[in-house]
């Protein structure tokens, strides 16, 4: 690493290095995974698909279609792949499920009920956070009025201009007072 | 008895507002305004009948000063003691109330003269008095009387035949009095000695006997003479003939006097003070030593005359009375070196051409060309041409001890007194005095007080300046504010007393302090430091000014112990609202202002300034209102926050609706995971 010359080609190998590791674990977790549970993963890969679009499509870096559409889309695979861990574990069970158009029904219908969380809820969310913010403006407005009321305008300016006006006032009286002097 | 047409106003004034009802000077005195003496009217202000409450109970009349006059204040307890029978006896004195106790005067009680005037007017013929009335009625009862005054130091200044009486059965004369105003004040120019006679009359100084006696000496000639023997002379006339004959030739010149009265007359009326007889040589020769007089010595004659202003001049007395008079024309005549010329070779006086010289050099040495460094350059050269004779300034002709009184002359006359001020300023008194060929002793301290006090001139503000001077070089001159004028508030206390009663007035000025109360309470309460006077100055915070008020009428009020002022006090509080409006919280300022107009009805400044100056709530409002102006920043700063929030909706779906919504999710899919799960475990077979 210290070697100047290949200074330039150890960091990209380095970064793939870290990737393909954790590339690796993924491969020694799920793979074995995969393969005991195939009946299960293949029917979670045709039920999800909804999701998996979800999280294609959306341009959000949070991710935030896939993360509503996801949990529901999974409540509408997980009866079946119940089922089928209770009943029969295999990928005959698992096409004869595919095969049932109430299976896609379910798995589709619980994705698309994610979709309606995701553009329903926002907006009712958005609404409800004016209405408390406006509500929060009111109460500000009238502590306010309150301290306006108590202290003066004063307390409504800025320092700069409190001094100016403290200023002004000061030379206003000293101008104002001399009417006596005046008369002197 | 003299009368000066100016004060005929005044005198008229004061008769009118005096009311009917008697008014008392304590319990000794009755002033009865309703029977006005006009005969005994004085030039400082009207006559009444009077009466004595105890005592001998003899007959006497008031004097009641309307302060169009400077009071002669420092010489009335001396006058007081003089119990003369040749001088009018001065009773009593003091302040009573006027105007229907809307005002006050300073009243002078007098015996009450039996007889009547030797003469009635100056301007008109009278018989004259005999040579043996004169002799034997007229100089024994006045010589006691200038041997009286001259035991005392009292310069009378108003010997003239129109203020002597007859007393009772030619018993003697009765001298008039002079303790009205101060000594020559309303003497006619003839009465004085020509240095006297060319000051202004606020500016002719304290005078001493001798310039009584001068006076003595022209009354014995009018009195013998039964007229006025230049009553066809103007005053200026007068003057230069005096200065170009003598008094004595100018005076009495052809006329027939009595021969017993030629050597005093003679003596009293030479110009040369330190030759005029005294009181001394009077005596001798009323002892019966015959002393002969010596001729009045009359200014050197030049062998060539100078022109000035169209006027040829042949001496330095009367070159410095014209070039006072045409100041642009003297400046000229200066600086063209005509005056050297003419000193040198006209007069052959080396030695005054160089003191004229150094009289000069000032101006010349001056970067501009000012009115003032002309006015002072003339000035200047008079006073060396002249030494004896009064400065002369920018019309204003004043001796050195009478610059205070000159100056308050021009103030209460409502004359200009930047030319008195200019006076002290440019220090031409230190000058007069040092072109004196003789040392002037008694001068000497009034100029140097007249230094000590020429600092203050330099400071603007009130508490200085001008009137400061004013009321330093005048220790008993009342308190010339318009704001307490008809009040005659000579002291401290006094002046307190006079706000009180002006607080009452509806017309009366916006705040009980003006440029004459601040330089009066300076000058006359010694206590005070002037470092309180300066929170008056222009731009110093109105709060300060008004605590600095109350804190010096509060000490007034206390070291003398005078009376609950609730008047005085209200007036204050009318003014006191920047003192108020220190107190930010508007719960707070109610309180102090209840308790200040609480505090004011019972009339005590101190009280007024404890309410309106607590450091500790003052503090406590201060911090309280920094966290107010806190609260409302961050009021502020959350509703602008809030209100940039919701006009962006988009970013509120977009954030954490979205983020609820998925939260939602998770939540529902959990919850139907496990209900899923627990209806398959528990629930059977699909």
């Known amino acids: 690493m210290t070697d100047g010359k290949s200074h330039g080609k150890k960091k990209p190998h380095k970064a793939s290095g870290g990737g393909g590791g954790a590339f690796v674990t993924f491969l020694l977790v799920v793979t074995p995974a995969v393969l005991f549970a195939m009946p299960t993963t293949v029917l979670a890969a045709v039920g999800m698909i909804p999701s998996l679009v979800a999280y294609v499509a959306d341009r959000d870096p949070a991710k935030s279609a896939s993360m509503t559409v996801a949990p529901i889309n999974v409540c509408g695979i997980l009866p079946f792949a119940m089922d089928m861990w209770k009943h029969q574990h295999t990928m005959q069970a698992a096409m004869h499920l595919l095969g049932d158009p109430l299976t896609w029904l379910v798995m589709y219908g619980a994705a698309a009920v994610g979709w309606a969380l995701y553009f329903l809820i926002p907006p009712i969310v958005t609404n409800f956070e004016v209405m408390r913010a406006e509500s929060r403006i009111e109460v500000l407005t009238a502590k306010k009025a309150e301290l306006t009321e108590e202290w003066g305008p004063d307390v409504a300016i800025s320092d700069e201009a409190l001094l100016e006006k403290n200023k002004a006032s000061a030379q206003a009286q000293s101008l104002g007072a001399p009417s006596g002097q005046a008369k002197a | ?686």
């Open chain 2, 1 to 686: 008895m003299p009368s000066d047409p100016q004060f005929a106003d005044t005198r008229a004034d004061a008769r009118k507002d005096g009311g009917s009802e008697p008014v008392r000077l304590g319990d000794r005195y009755e002033v009865l305004p309703g029977q006005p003496l006009t005969a005994f009217d004085g030039i400082a202000g009207p006559a009444f009948a009077a009466r004595m409450l105890r005592g001998r109970r003899s007959e006497c009349f008031a004097l009641i000063l309307s302060g169009g006059v400077p009071p002669r204040g420092d010489a009335l307890s001396t006058l007081m003691s003089i119990d003369n029978p040749g001088i009018m006896k001065l009773l009593d004195f003091g302040h009573v109330e006027w105007n229907q106790g809307a005002g006050r005067r300073q009243a002078l009680f007098f015996e009450r003269p039996m007889g009547r005037r030797l003469m009635a007017s100056l301007t008109g013929g009278a018989d004259s008095v005999p040579d043996d009335q004169i002799m034997r009625v007229v100089i024994p009862s006045m010589a006691a009387v200038l041997r009286d005054l001259a035991g005392r130091g009292i310069t009378h200044g108003g010997i003239r035949p129109t203020n002597m009486f007859l007393r009772e059965s030619n018993a003697g004369v009765l001298l008039g009095e002079c303790a009205s105003a101060p000594p020559g004040y309303g003497q006619p120019a003839l009465f004085e000695p020509v240095e006297r006679a060319m000051a202004t009359p606020g500016g002719r100084g304290r005078g001493s006997i001798l310039d009584d006696m001068y006076a003595f000496g022209v009354t014995l000639v009018v009195l013998a003479l039964g007229r006025n023997p230049v009553h066809d002379m103007s005053d200026e006339a007068l003057i230069d003939a005096k200065i170009d004959k003598g008094s004595f030739a100018t005076i009495v010149g052809n006329a027939r006097l009595p021969q017993d009265l030629v050597e005093p007359v003679r003596g009293m009326l030479l110009d040369d003070s330190k030759q005029r007889w005294g009181v001394n040589q009077f005596d001798l020769w009323l002892s019966g030593r015959r002393l002969s007089p010596k001729q009045s010595q009359l200014p050197k004659r030049a062998v060539r005359p100078l022109e000035l202003a169209g006027r040829e001049v042949w001496h330095c007395r009367g070159l410095a009375r014209l070039m006072a008079a045409n100041v642009p024309a003297a400046a000229t005549l200066i600086e063209g070196g005509d005056v050297d010329r003419w000193l040198r070779r006209g007069l052959s006086d080396e030695l005054l051409a160089e003191t004229v010289a150094s009289a000069a050099e000032p101006a010349a040495a001056a970067t501009s060309r000012s009115s003032s460094v002309v006015d002072r350059m003339v000035a200047r050269v008079a006073m060396a041409l002249d030494p004896h004779a009064p400065i002369r300034y920018r019309g204003k002709a004043v001796l050195p001890d009478s610059i205070g009184l000159a100056l308050a002359d021009s103030f209460v006359r409502r004359e200009a007194t930047q030319p008195v001020a200019e006076i002290i300023a440019w220090q031409l008194p230190a000058y007069w005095l040092n072109v004196q060929p003789e040392g002037k002793v008694e001068v000497a301290p009034l100029v140097q007080a007249l230094e000590s006090v020429h600092p203050l001139l330099e400071r603007a503000g009130p508490g200085f300046g001008i009137e400061r001077v004013l009321y330093e070089t005048n220790p008993h001159l009342q308190c010339l504010s318009p704001v307490v004028s008809d009040f005659h508030a000579a002291t401290p206390p006094d002046l307190l007393t006079a706000l009180e009663l002006a607080s009452a007035q509806s017309d009366r000025a916006r705040e009980p302090l003006d440029r004459h109360i601040a330089a009066f309470l300076a000058a006359r309460h010694r206590r005070l430091e002037d470092a309180l006077f300066l929170q008056f100055m222009p731009g110093v915070d109105p709060v300060r000014r008004i605590t600095a008020l109350i804190s010096i009428f509060g000490d007034i009020q206390v070291r003398f112990s005078i009376d609950p002022l609730p008047g005085l006090c209200r007036w204050l509080a009318s003014v006191m609202d920047p003192t108020f409006a220190r107190f930010h919280n508007r719960k707070n300022r109610e309180v102090v202002r209840k308790q200040v107009e609480k505090v004011a009805s019972e009339g005590k400044l101190p009280e007024l300034l404890r309410a309106v100056d607590d450091p500790e709530a003052i503090r406590k409002d201060a911090m309280g209102f920094a966290g107010a102006r806190r609260d409302y920043k961050r009021a502020v700063a959350e509703g602008e926050r809030l209100r940039e929030k919701i006009a962006d909706t988009v970013s509120i779906t977009e954030t954490v609706g979205r983020q609820v919504a998925s939260v939602i999710a998770w939540l529902l899919g959990i919850a139907v995971s496990a209900l899923l799960g627990m209806m398959i475990m528990f629930g059977g077979s699909r």
